[in-house]
């Protein structure tokens, strides 16, 4: 079995953690069925960086001021 190898920035991986626990809530749910499991997991994704963009959007970070 071929390995994979992945380095994310610190901010990708807070966005695969908000993702996962997003997924792991459909997937508790039962939305996701066996045939759409990569829908779920695109929308997971997409939901997840909506939540990122709307914070850096409503909060100034220390790194942010001047």
Do not use: C, F, P
Request: proline share 0%.
């Amino acid at each position: 079995m071929a390995k994979n190898h992945l380095t994310l920035q610190h901010s990708e991986g807070i966005i695969v953690q908000a993702a996962a626990q997003i997924y792991s809530g459909y997937l508790a749910s039962g939305r996701v069925g066996e045939d759409d499991n990569a829908h779920w997991m695109r929308q997971s994704i997409k939901e997840a960086i909506a939540i990122a963009k709307g914070v850096d959007d409503a909060v100034i970070s220390d790194r942010e001021v001047n």
